[in-house]
Nanobody, 125 residues
Framework: VQLQASGGGLVQAGGYLRLSCAAS????????LGWFRQSPGKERDFVAG??????????ADSVKGRFTISGDRDNAKITVYLQMNSLKPEDTAVYYC?????????????????WGQGTLVTVSS
């Protein structure tokens, strides 16, 4: 499985960004795909997840109502998006996409087998 995250950048508070995660190498049937983030000196936190086959989504409380996870398929590749609206300075972090099959608890990073490289999101006040 290959995961390629992109879309990070610098944005002012109140602005928006859309992150993309291009995933390939599997059909992803039965997979959960997630977004996590990590700020300097802090632990990696769950942001959002989606069960690919059902479309069921999960969100951290801190981003509910502001972020939306979604995805689409183009032949053998799927792309998972994280639309981030009403961004706050505390959303500043490196964002990572992750994927795994048979995830029991989507918010547990330890359950994900595959990780992409991060993309930096910086929100200025």
């Amino acid at each position: 499985v290959q995961l390629q995250a992109s879309g990070g950048g610098l944005v002012q508070a109140g602005g928006y960004l859309r992150l993309s995660c291009a995933a390939s190498g599997r059909t992803f049937r039965g997979y959960t795909l997630g977004w996590f983030r990590q700020s300097p000196g802090k632990e990696r936190d769950f942001v959002a997840g989606i069960i690919w086959s059902s479309g069921t989504t999960y969100y951290a409380d801190s981003v509910k109502g502001r972020f939306t996870i979604s995805g689409d398929r183009d032949n053998a590749k799927i792309t998972v998006y994280l639309q981030m609206n009403s961004l706050k300075p505390e959303d500043t972090a490196v964002y990572y996409c992750a994927a795994s099959v048979r995830v029991q608890v989507p918010s547990y990073g330890s359950e994900y087998q595959y990780w992409g490289q991060g993309t930096l999101v910086t929100v200025s006040s």
